[in-house]
């Protein structure tokens, strides 16, 4: 199916490759450019450049397995977290083994937990909604995780997405003791319908993929049963049919003023009182699954369904990464609170069976079609960017020009990252060109400067 509106820059498999080595193999971004990561320190707008390669170092698999390496460090820019945590993102030197062929788990259903639950295709981590903090009703205070004294009762539990907010960067990731990862659906702060933090008015960045309403959003990684996981956009309708419209979560807020049981009755140890100090929303037991029969566009109690994706036209069980009207996340937010499948894949030390190391097929030449570039504030005067709404599957070349044909400067857009920047300040008022891309393969947008 051709996608609308989208650049697509992409290493091409054929057919009979795809066929034989399937999107667990072949989804990954590898980094065969040498692309290295970079961050951000507090109160200072410039990155800093660091010597760790960012994305999928390599991919390997047998006739049941996939194993990716991975540094967990990001093309995009990571930090700074604002709520004091002192860590940067730092190389995990880890190997994630996969299953090929995942499977439903047909008995007790298996609770996602602290830590790694899945990885993203750029090799960065996925987590649940905890930040491991939850109430003690004996020292009537918050406990646990990062927070000193007696630890939580793990009754109520704290929802990372709306108690760590401040410290989450523009891409809305952070690090736990230098373990960089995602909570929650992989684009930035800044480009969400209603945005909620501020930290990219200051430290522009950008993440994983953009949210495009009018197209199916991309496989963004897979869950710890094996299973796909999608951005926030997906077929209104589970054969594939119906259009492309946002995929729901099928939770919702309790209509509750105190906290002394849970959704199916159960009466537990008290939590604090709901009140702006604790709004509902801030833990996970403030939530309950409604189940919409019927309804193709909401997910089922995991967080997916079974349906037909761009990479999966049969069919396959998905995760979606769920966000509300407003582009925000919106809870379980990626895989959860239990997994659909039988939990398999983990980090291992080493890989101890036969496995073939997969080489994509280099393309010569970068590949734009119905291309959909961004280019803003326009006019501009400080910064002018440039972004594209999809995953960036390799790095393309970003070129301004002056309305003569001069070349003023280059950049690159690196794969796994959607944004790249020029620095406009020094630049006269007038008419410029960007150029993404090269040669016949390319876009050309208009932009003006204005101090």
Known sequence: MKLRNVLIVSLILSASQLLAQGPTISSWLQNTTGITGRHYVSGNPTPI????????????YSANWVYVSTNGIPAYITGPFLDGNPSLATAQNAIFKFPLVPA??????????????????NGVALFDYRDGVSWNNNTQAEAGGAIMGPPGQ??????????ERQGF?????????????????????????????TVCDIYAADALYVI???????????AYDGFPIYGAYG???ADGTGGVVRIKSGYQLRNITTRTQYADGTTVTAGPAVSTTYPLGRYREDYEFIAHPGMDDYLDAHNG????????????YAYFCTVDENHNSAYPYAVGPTFYGTKVAARVNTITEAVTTYTPN?????????VNVNTYPNPVQDVLAVQVNTVNRSNVQVELFSADGKLISSTVLYQGSTLAHFDTRTLYNGTYFVRVGSGKNSVTKKVVVSH
Not at 156 to 163: F, Q, S, Y
Request: hydrophobic share 35%; aromatic share 8%.
């Open 305 to 316: 369904r079974f349906c037909v994706t761009p990479e999966y036209p049969n069919g396959t």
């Open 169 to 197: 960067d523009c891409a809305k990731g952070h690090p736990a003791m230098g373990n960089y990862h995602h909570h929650q659906n992989p684009s930035a702060f800044n480009l969400d319908l209603v945005v909620l933090s």
């Open 212 to 222: 495009n309403s009018t197209e199916h959003s991309p496989l963004v990684g897979y």
């Open 235 to 237: 077929f209104a309708n």
């Open 154 to 163: 793990g009754v109520w539990n704290r929802d990372a997405i709306v108690a």
């Open 362 to 370: 280099a393309v010569a030449e970068v590949q734009l079609e119905n």
């Open 49 to 60: 450049n660091d010597n760790t390669a960012a994305n999928v170092q390599s991919v390997q």
């Open 104 to 121: 439903q788990n047909t008995g007790t259903p298996t609770p996602t937990n602290g830590g790694n639950i899945g990885v993203f295709i």
